[in-house]
């Protein structure tokens, strides 16, 4: 059994910048990645970026190219989502998950996702 522990959500304005972090607080070689996801309040979850363990070999959903950014402290056992240019629409609970999606799959699909932390809320607003 893996348990996550999040931190870095807030409130920030839009345009703003966010990091989340996200610790294993056990160790596993049971998944390969480690994905970022979200969920607004009345909408699905909906998946935003996933990295690689093994090489930090990256992947991010359309809406959040050129602004976020995963990223990986092996040494420290965490993985990190660098937020940039927030907007209002990113506002969401974001969650960290540990899983194995298949390769030539849907990297973000969330049901290939087995371990998940218990999110930390984001918000953009003025």
């Known amino acids: 059994q893996l348990q996550f522990v999040e931190s870095g959500g807030g409130l920030v304005q839009p345009g703003g910048s966010l990091r989340l972090s996200c610790a294993p607080s056990i160790f596993t070689l049971d998944y390969y990645a480690i994905g970022w996801f979200r969920q607004a309040p009345g909408k699905e979850r909906e998946g935003v970026s996933r990295?690689?363990?093994?090489?930090?070999?990256?992947y991010y959903t359309d809406s959040v190219k050129g602004r976020f950014t995963i990223s990986r402290d092996n040494a420290k056992n965490t993985v990190y989502l660098q937020m940039n240019s927030l907007k209002p629409e990113d506002t969401a609970v974001y969650y960290c998950?540990?899983?194995?999606?298949?390769?030539?799959?849907?990297?973000?699909?969330?049901?290939?996702?087995?371990?998940w932390g218990q999110g930390t809320q984001v918000t953009v607003s003025s």
């Open positions: 990295i690689r363990i093994s090489d930090g070999d990256t």
């Open positions: 998950a540990a899983g194995n999606p298949v390769p030539d799959g849907d990297l973000l699909n969330s049901r290939r996702y087995r371990y």
